[in-house]
Nanobody, 125 residues
Framework: QVQLVESGGGLVQAGGSLRLSCAASTRTFSGYVMGWFRQAPGKEREFVAGISRRGGSTYYSDSVKGRFTISRDNAKNTVYLQMNSLKPEDTAVYSC??????????????????WGQGTQVTVSS
């Protein structure tokens, strides 16, 4: 069982930046592919970014590519999402997720095994 705890959300003006963190309670953090998802009110959960187990590969949704950066520190059991040039349409609850028993970054939520509780990001215009 892996527990994930996100932090770093908040209110920011359009064009601003935020850095989300997700801390995992496991000694085998490097064995998990990690992903960030978001869900806005009235919308389905969508994939934002993913990172391979050692951090050598990353993948982004088209909507955030070039603005967001996912990274991980396996020594600290933490994955990060640096969000720059934020837009009002980025407003959502952001959740991190861990995928076990795979080396591939997945974009479907159902392919992830563990989830954090989420952190709210609000971008004002």
């Amino acid at each position: 069982q892996v527990q994930l705890v996100e932090s770093g959300g908040g209110l920011v003006q359009a064009g601003g930046s935020l850095r989300l963190s997700c801390a995992a309670s496991t000694r085998t953090f490097s064995g998990y592919v990690m992903g960030w998802f978001r869900q806005a009110p009235g919308k389905e959960r969508e994939f934002v970014a993913g990172i391979s187990r050692r951090g050598g590969s990353t993948y982004y949704s088209d909507s955030v590519k070039g603005r967001f950066t996912i990274s991980r520190d396996n020594a600290k059991n933490t994955v990060y999402l640096q969000m720059n040039s934020l837009k009002p349409e980025d407003t959502a609850v952001y959740s991190c997720a861990a995928r076990a028993n795979s080396v591939n970054i997945a974009t479907r939520a159902r392919d992830y095994d563990y989830w954090g509780q989420g952190t709210q990001v609000t971008v004002s215009s």
